[in-house]
C-alpha cells in the first residue's frame, strides 16, 4: 500500500512539473499579445466608420423617401369618398354627380360657402344582391384642402345615416 500511495504521489507531482514546464516552454509574448489586440481593435474600428457611412446613407434614403411620401399624402388630403347617395347611380353623370354632392353638403352638412371640387363615379365591382357593393361611390377632388377639412369637420352630421364620408381609400363608416 504504501508503494501505491508513492506512485500516486509522484505521478501528482509530474502533472505539476508537466504544466511548469509547458508554461515555460510556451514564453507568452506580452507585446506580441497586444500587437495583435491592437490589430483587431484597428480593424473594427475601420468596420465601425464603414457601418456608420452605411447607416447614415440608408437613414438618409429612407428620409428622403418619408418625405415624398408626406408630400404625396398632402395630395391625397384633398380627396374625399362619398358613399350611400341614393340619387346617385351608374348612369350618373360628373355633372349630375357634382349637383347632387352640392345638395348633399349644403342640406345635410350645413355648409353653405361655394365650394370647387371634381367627381368621378366608382361603381364597385360584385354580386348585384348585396346592395352596398353596387352603390356608387363618389370620389371628389377639391381643389383646396381646407374645403376637405370643412367636409371632414361636419361628418358627425350623417352619423346613423346609410351616407360614409371617407377619406380616400381609408374604410372609415359613420355609424355608432
Same mark, same amino acid.
Given at each position: 500500500?504504501?508503494? /501505491?500511495?508513492?506512485?500516486?504521489?509522484?505521478? &501528482?507531482?509530474?502533472?505539476? &512539473?508537466?504544466?511548469?514546464?509547458?508554461?515555460?516552454?510556451? !514564453?507568452?509574448?506580452?507585446?506580441?499579445?497586444?500587437?495583435?489586440?491592437?490589430?483587431?481593435?484597428?480593424?473594427?474600428?475601420?468596420?465601425?466608420?464603414?457601418?456608420?457611412?452605411?447607416?447614415?446613407?440608408?437613414?438618409?434614403?429612407? /428620409?428622403? !423617401?418619408?418625405?415624398?411620401?408626406?408630400?404625396?399624402?398632402?395630395?391625397?388630403?384633398?380627396? $374625399?369618398?362619398?358613399?350611400?347617395?341614393?340619387?346617385?347611380?351608374?348612369?350618373?353623370?360628373?355633372?349630375?354627380?357634382?349637383? $347632387?354632392?352640392?345638395?348633399?353638403?349644403?342640406?345635410?352638412?350645413?355648409?353653405?360657402?361655394?365650394?370647387?371640387?371634381?367627381?368621378?363615379?366608382?361603381?364597385?365591382?360584385?354580386?348585384?344582391?348585396?346592395?352596398?357593393?353596387?352603390?356608387?361611390?363618389?370620389?371628389?377632388?377639391?381643389?383646396?384642402?381646407?374645403?376637405?377639412?370643412?367636409?371632414?369637420?361636419?361628418?358627425?352630421?350623417?352619423?346613423? /345615416?346609410?351616407?360614409?364620408?371617407?377619406?380616400?381609400?381609408?374604410?372609415?363608416?359613420?355609424?355608432?
Amino acid at each position: 500500500m504504501a508503494e /501505491s500511495r508513492n506512485s500516486s504521489k509522484s505521478s &501528482a507531482r509530474g502533472l505539476r &512539473a508537466d504544466k511548469r514546464n509547458h508554461v515555460k516552454a510556451a !514564453k507568452f509574448n506580452l507585446e506580441e499579445f497586444l500587437e495583435k489586440i491592437n490589430v483587431r481593435l484597428q480593424a473594427l474600428e475601420e468596420e465601425n466608420v464603414l457601418l456608420k457611412k452605411q447607416a447614415e446613407m440608408k437613414c438618409g434614403a429612407l /428620409s428622403d !423617401k418619408n418625405d415624398k411620401e408626406y408630400d404625396r399624402q398632402n395630395m391625397r388630403t384633398n380627396n $374625399i369618398m362619398l358613399s350611400g347617395l341614393n340619387e346617385v347611380n351608374d348612369k350618373s353623370t360628373p355633372e349630375e354627380t357634382k349637383k $347632387i354632392v352640392e345638395r348633399f353638403i349644403k342640406s345635410k352638412l350645413k355648409i353653405s360657402e361655394k365650394l370647387s371640387f371634381k367627381c368621378d363615379i366608382i361603381i364597385p365591382k360584385g354580386k348585384q344582391t348585396n346592395t352596398s357593393k353596387t352603390t356608387p361611390i363618389v370620389k371628389c377632388r377639391f381643389q383646396n384642402v381646407n374645403d376637405s377639412n370643412k367636409i371632414r369637420a361636419t361628418r358627425k352630421e350623417v352619423i346613423n /345615416s346609410l351616407i360614409w364620408i371617407n377619406e380616400d381609400l381609408t374604410p372609415w363608416k359613420l355609424l355608432k
